[in-house]
């Protein structure tokens, strides 16, 4: 089963920008829909935005015209660009596949913190 590391986080102030990465252990190339997740302190772990192989993105309400993401299969890597990001954003950021019959165990994640 593929495994997926993420990274790319850290301190941001509002309004900023940041780029986050998703490398896997193997081949994303099967894995039709690839997803960001964020988990906020006290809430629950929530979706994000996916992204289909052949490049057809969903974006939650809250980030949409926000934040962008894309997949490079022969990297084997998912990316997150965030902009205007804001402190509601503050989170875990996780990525997996989004069919639950595809998930692989959750990684550690990678901490956003938007703060001044």
């Known amino acids: 089963q593929v495994q997926f590391v993420e990274s790319g986080g850290g301190l941001v102030q509002p309004g900023g920008s940041l780029r986050l990465s998703c490398a896997a252990s193997?081949?994303?190339?099967?894995?039709?829909?690839m997803g960001w997740y964020r988990q906020a302190p006290g809430k629950q772990r929530a979706l994000v935005a996916t992204?289909?192989?052949?490049?057809?993105?969903y974006y939650a309400d809250s980030v949409k015209g926000r934040f962008t993401i894309s997949r490079d299969n022969a990297k084997n890597t998912v990316y997150l660009q965030m902009a205007s990001l804001k402190p509601e954003d503050t989170a875990v950021y996780y990525c997996?596949?989004?069919?639950?019959?595809?998930?692989?165990?959750w990684g550690q994640g990678t901490l956003v913190t938007v703060s001044s």
């Open positions: 997996n596949a989004f069919r639950t019959t595809e998930q692989s165990a």
């Open positions: 193997g081949s994303i190339f099967s894995i039709y829909v």
């Open positions: 992204v289909t192989s052949d490049g057809t993105t």
